[in-house]
């Protein structure tokens, strides 16, 4: 069984930074595309940042140049950098990872989620 750990959210004053780490671990497996989303309360779920199995990323509007995510593949773990904090910034934070499960010599691909991290910033 696979399991998406995130740590790293907390309290800041606006204008101040957080990282968020995602680990993934569990059954034999390999990962493809990973990702941060995010929820605000009232709000869906929206993309913040993905990055490919090759390192190209991508990062809604609303946070780049503020925001950088990053991955190590031997750690199987996903980063998020976030910088310049604004109030707007405060959801709950997920981490989301595409992977290819192997069990019982059969494979299985599908997208996996994180039990989310929650993100304050105080204005």
């Known amino acids: 069984q696979v399991q998406l750990v995130e740590s790293g959210g907390g309290l800041v004053q606006a204008g101040g930074s957080l990282r968020l780490s995602c680990v993934v671990s569990g059954s034999t497996f390999s990962i493809n595309a990973m990702g941060w989303y995010r929820q605000a309360p009232g709000k869906q779920r929206e993309l913040v940042a993905a990055i490919s199995s090759g390192g190209s990323t991508n990062y809604a509007d609303s946070v780049k140049g503020r925001f950088t995510i990053s991955r190590d593949n031997a750690k199987n773990t996903v980063y998020l950098q976030m910088n310049s904090l604004k109030p707007e910034d405060t959801a709950v934070y997920y981490c989301?990872?595409?992977?290819?499960?192997?069990?019982?010599?059969?494979?299985?691909?599908?997208?996996?989620w994180g039990q989310g991290t929650q993100v304050t910033v105080s204005s």
């Open positions: 989301n990872a595409d992977l290819i499960v192997y069990e019982n010599r059969r494979s299985f691909r599908g997208a996996y």
